[in-house]
Every structure is written in C-alpha cells, then in structure tokens.
C-alpha cells in the first residue's frame, strides 16, 4: 500500500495559463475525491468519480476546472485560465465500497500559487 | 444545506493533560456519518475517528473518544494524555452515507505545550 499520491507537490503559475494536477490513489480504491483547501480553512469538495464515472461536481467547480478519471484509476484536475483565487492546496483522496472500511485516504497534495 | 461549525479556532493542552475539541452540525438527515480528521503541520490529513448516527454508543480509539449527542447534533473530541504528535489541525467532519462526499468545518488548531 503506498498510500495517494499527487504530482506536483507545488506549482506556481502565471494568472491565464492552464495547470493539470494527477492524483494516483491507493490501487483497489473505486472512488476518487478532489478537494479544495484555501489557508485556514477546512477542505472543500470539489467532485468525486466512482470507477471512471464522475458523479457529483460542486458549483465551486466552474467551467475554467474540469477533472477525469479515464480509466477509472489515476485522475487528472485541470484549471484553465487560471486566476488568483484559484490559490489553494488541492487534496485528492481516495476510497472503496467494497468492504466495510469507508475511511477517505488523503494525499499530500498540489499546492497552486496563481501571480 | 449540511454545515459543520467548529467554535475553536485554536486551542492548547499541556502535555499529559486532557483536551476536548467542539463540533456542531446541521442536518435534516436521520442517519449520517461524522468523523474527526487531523491535519499536523505539513503532512497529509489522516482519520482518527468516525461515528455512525445510527449507534448511540460514542467511539473511541484510544486515546481519542467521541461524546456524541444527536439531539443537540453535538460531536465533540476528547483526547487524552496528550502528547506533543497531537499537535494538529483537527476538522470535523459530515457525511451523507458512509462513500459521500465529506463536509468538513473550519478546523481548530490544536497545540500541545511540553
């Protein structure tokens, strides 16, 4: 098991450039989450995918974001256009729904700074 | 709307000494899943302990416990002999059903002083 992983751990990037994020999550996990964490604040759901179906999306995700899971394993986040409240650590985590154990499995990461 | 409001922003403890973190949520739901994260500084957000509404019974992990109370849609932590690893952001946390996504609160920052 080697836990969720986020690529990359930091990004600084220009206001109107694009960025993609990649979360792997632990490899028997259906169910990928993408949170939003701004500083001092607690985590903000973003969209989560069972397999590579994607099932919810908050309103907090506007068209400039989109996130994949193509083949129901490693996921991708991506800003277009980016701006300056997009500034954020992006948490991905990851679950099963196959047994009893439901906990959500948090990576370390991508920590987006927009100039 | 489920909401999550912790009232703590930041806390302290001696070490060995006996904490308890507030929680409060909001719900129409009769059944949900709450849980406590800790944050430390810089590291990954890890689960120390969860609670189905469903059981009246308050979990505990050793050192941590529950005193959940569902009427009062109160969930407060309560650590024990704490130690200076505890020192964290702590989040507690809503869930519709046990896969759903998770609404976390604002978190209360917890520092244990040796």
């Known amino acids: 098991d080697t836990g969720v992983s986020q690529d990359p751990r930091h990004k600084i990037t220009k206001r109107g450039q694009n960025v993609t994020f990649r979360c792997d999550p632990i490899?028997?996990?259906?169910?990928l989450y993408w949170y939003r964490q701004t500083l001092g604040q607690g985590p903000e759901f973003l969209t989560y995918?069972?397999?590579?179906?994607?099932?919810?999306k908050s309103r907090l995700l506007s068209d400039r974001f989109s996130a994949e899971r193509p083949k129901g394993s490693f996921s991708t986040l991506e800003i277009q256009r980016t701006e300056q409240g997009d500034s954020a650590m992006y948490l991905c985590?990851?679950?099963?729904?196959?047994?009893?154990?439901?906990?959500?499995?948090f990576g370390p990461g991508t920590r987006l700074t927009v100039t | 709307a489920q909401t999550v409001t912790q009232s703590q922003p930041e806390m302290s403890v001696q070490e060995a000494e006996t904490v308890t973190l507030s929680c409060t949520y909001d719900?129409?739901?009769?059944?949900?899943?709450l849980f406590w994260y800790k944050q430390p500084p810089s590291r990954q957000m890890i689960l120390v302990i969860r609670?189905?509404?469903?059981?009246?019974q308050n979990a505990t992990e050793n050192r941590f416990s529950v005193n959940f109370q569902k009427a009062a849609k109160s969930f407060s932590l309560k650590i024990s002999d704490s130690q200076l690893g505890d020192t964290a952001m702590y989040f507690c946390?809503?869930?519709?059903?046990?896969?759903?996504?998770?609404?976390f609160g604002p978190g209360t920052s917890l520092s244990v002083i040796p």
């Open positions: 985590a990851s679950s099963s729904t196959g047994g009893p154990n439901y906990e959500q499995y």
């Open positions: 490899s028997e996990h259906n169910r």
């Open positions: 995918f069972q397999n590579e179906a994607q099932l919810e």
């Open positions: 719900t129409s739901e009769s059944n949900y899943y």
């Open positions: 609670q189905e509404a469903y059981k009246q």
């Open positions: 946390a809503f869930s519709e059903t046990s896969y759903d996504k998770v609404i």
